[in-house]
């Protein structure tokens, strides 16, 4: 095995450990305030890493396609969780109710549907094919429009989650 290759894969079985471990410490004390929404986002991390590892290692375009398909569901769920997790550490979700919730899982609920069947459709990705980067075959597609209004969500919400966490930490005098 090339050893790029080999560091890639322990960085993924890395990142899966530390998210297992974080996870279940959180899990422990899920009473805390964003423990929950913590709890998530080391679920997501660990599902993405665990997929794209398995990804990493398949060989057929289409067992590439499906475990890209489910590195997705990962990342869906980091992303969902990412502001989740920002509105109940300073426990903002309280003031705001329940709206948060449904607003939250509703967009990751009909990517997850386009995603999951986007092998009889082409509005998520399109023209599979593989490719070889360095030591790695890898899956190749041209993105379609739910590919960019996705990446646009996905990285709305970590600057959402940002601004909430800094604004938060510049009104408070520690961070506890």
């Given at each position: 095995m090339n050893p790029w290759g080999a560091v890639g894969q322990f960085s993924l079985l890395f990142t899966m450990v530390m998210m297992a471990v974080l996870g279940a410490v959180a899990y422990t004390r899920k009473q805390i305030a964003g423990a929950v929404g913590f709890i998530l986002i080391c679920l997501g991390a660990f599902i993405w890493a665990g997929v794209y590892l398995l990804e990493l290692r398949a060989i057929s375009v289409e067992e590439k396609f499906l475990f890209f398909r489910l590195k997705y569901i990962g990342l869906l769920i980091l992303a969902g969780s990412l502001p989740a997790f920002a509105l109940t550490f300073r426990n903002i979700y309280q003031k705001l109710g329940q709206t948060p919730n449904y607003f939250l899982g509703i967009f990751p609920a009909i990517s997850f549907?386009?995603?999951?069947?986007?092998?009889?459709?082409?509005?998520?990705?399109?023209?599979?094919?593989?490719?070889?980067?360095?030591?790695?075959?890898?899956?190749?597609?041209?993105?379609?429009?739910?590919?960019?209004?996705?990446?646009?969500?996905?990285?709305?919400?970590?600057v959402t989650a940002v601004i909430i966490i800094f604004i938060q930490a510049l009104s408070t005098s520690g961070i506890f």
């Open positions: 549907l386009i995603i999951v069947t986007s092998g009889k459709h082409t509005f998520f990705i399109n023209n599979l094919r593989l490719l070889t980067v360095g030591p790695f075959t890898v899956l190749d597609y041209d993105p379609a429009p739910w590919f960019s209004i996705n990446m646009i969500y996905l990285l709305l919400m970590v």
